[in-house]
């Protein structure tokens, strides 16, 4: 058994052949695997009943036989280095951003002073960035203000002041404080890193300079965008931040196929629809890109084809991963719809989380998996920023 996990993350697994959705995998009646099969029976029911224990620790018999070795192999996977793509960093700590904010009733100024950074994910190949913040008063699109880059630094020192002035107090009452943290790219689009948003009614004390470290959260679409929202009293037109949602991005079919006595997951990338145009020529040349994660460590990284200049690929491409039952729980599959660009970094259409604990439509997608083993369930997914 060890060696059997071993070779799955030591080895290359070729691409497999696209299979319908629908179809059901041939496998084998449980033979010798009867502890594994029941293992993943629980966790299936465990998770249906919202439990959150864990699955339990090997018996000694299971150590005799290179269970735990399996375990340690599993476990101690370093994450992945390869980072071609320009996809950015999977997990979702964005670091955090410090920063004052004062109002002078004498000047009638607002006073923003953008600090420092610290742990900020790196952005390019080279395992670091280059970041720089924007600064937005919103719903206003004019009052626009930006730091500094700060070059190769995951924990800038910007310590840079700016002044909104003309600002009424009651105006400023009015306003949200919106910093957004990017990776300045010279070749491409700069990379959202996080953003963080602070009505100003909601600061007791705005007469006072008060200091805030807060974590950035991730970017709706990469970028503030003001839109003009509907008409309101006076018939002035209020500015309001428009964030691309997953409805925008398109959607992704996949179908996944758990099978107990193999210890596999099986992703099918079936087809999308509607994706968003990344190109100039109001298209995009469409892959999709799979990560199987422990925790937050990167086991195994595959890929479909690239289909070109089309906004409804079809791919049916499967993807065998190896998951022993043990870490089903700690499980993971991160599936990236890119725009592949020949002359810069490639573009992130849309993301999927797939796991036993992410959102509503991929909790429900990976307990249909587990209650119905052998057998291709597919759903579409509505791809996030």
């Known amino acids: 058994m060890e060696g059997f996990f071993r070779s799955a993350f030591t080895e290359k697994t070729p691409r497999g052949v696209g299979i319908k959705p629908g179809n059901t995998p041939k496998g084998h009646p449980p033979d010798g695997h009867s502890s594994v099969?029941?293992?993943?029976?629980?966790?299936?029911?465990?998770?249906?009943?919202?439990?959150?224990?864990?699955?339990?620790?090997?018996?000694?018999?299971?150590?005799?036989?290179?269970?735990?070795?399996?375990?340690?192999?599993?476990?101690?996977?370093?994450?992945?280095?390869?980072?071609?793509?320009?996809?950015g960093a999977i997990s979702e700590k964005l670091g955090r951003i410090q920063f004052?904010?004062?109002?002078?009733?004498?000047?009638?100024?607002?006073?923003?002073?953008?600090?420092?950074?610290?742990?900020?994910?790196?952005?390019?190949?080279?395992?670091?960035?280059?970041?720089?913040?924007?600064?937005?008063?919103?719903?206003?699109?004019?009052?626009?203000?930006?730091?500094?880059?700060?070059?190769?630094?995951?924990?800038?020192?910007?310590?840079?002041?700016?002044?909104?002035?003309?600002?009424?107090?009651?105006?400023?009452?009015?306003?949200?404080?919106?910093?957004?943290?990017?990776?300045?790219?010279?070749?491409?689009?700069?990379?959202?890193?996080?953003?963080?948003?602070?009505?100003?009614?909601?600061?007791?004390?705005?007469?006072?300079?008060?200091?805030?470290?807060?974590?950035?959260?991730?970017?709706?679409?990469?970028a503030v965008r003001l839109e003009r929202g509907r008409r309101r009293g006076g018939g002035k037109k209020e500015l309001k931040p428009c964030m691309d949602g997953a409805g925008r991005r398109g959607d992704l079919l996949v179908s996944l196929c758990y099978n107990p006595t193999a210890n596999t997951i099986t992703v099918n990338i079936i087809k999308a629809r509607n994706l968003k145009a990344m190109d100039i020529g109001g298209t995009s040349d469409p892959y999709v890109k799979l990560w199987l994660m422990h925790k937050d460590k990167r086991i195994e990284k595959k890929k479909t084809v690239t289909i070109k200049r089309c906004l409804n690929p079809v791919f049916n491409e499967s993807f065998p991963f190896e998951v022993p039952a043990h870490v089903l729980r700690e499980t993971t599959i991160i599936i990236t719809v890119m725009d592949k660009d020949r002359l810069s970094r490639n573009d992130v259409i849309g993301k999927i989380y797939l796991s036993w604990k992410s959102g509503p439509a991929e909790v429900k997608h990976w307990k249909d998996m587990m209650g119905r083993p052998r057998?291709?369930?597919?759903?579409?997914?509505?791809?996030k920023a």
């Not at 629980?42 to 375990?71: A, F, H």
């Not at 057998?375 to 509505?382: D, G, M």
């Open 37 to 87: 099969t029941d293992l993943a029976n629980s966790i299936t029911g465990d998770m249906v009943n919202g439990k959150t224990t864990l699955p339990p620790s090997p018996t000694p018999s299971e150590k005799s036989n290179g269970s735990l070795g399996t375990c340690q192999l599993y476990s101690n996977l370093s994450p992945g280095s390869e980072d071609d793509d320009g996809e």
């Open 100 to 222: 004052s904010v004062g109002y002078s009733f004498q000047d009638s100024t607002l006073t923003v002073k953008i600090l420092k950074g610290q742990e900020l994910p790196a952005k390019d190949f080279s395992g670091t960035s280059d970041p720089f913040v924007k600064l937005y008063l919103l719903p206003d699109k004019k009052h626009k203000l930006e730091t500094k880059v700060k070059r190769k630094n995951l924990n800038p020192q910007w310590n840079e002041t700016f002044l909104f002035e003309g600002f009424p107090y009651e105006k400023v009452r009015e306003r949200t404080l919106y910093l957004q943290v990017l990776d300045f790219d010279r070749f491409s689009r700069n990379d959202p890193i996080g953003e963080v948003s602070i009505p100003l009614n909601k600061l007791s004390d705005l007469g006072h300079m008060q200091t805030f470290w807060k974590e950035l959260k991730p970017c709706m679409d990469g």
């Open 375 to 383: 057998t291709n369930v597919a759903q579409w997914h509505a791809l």
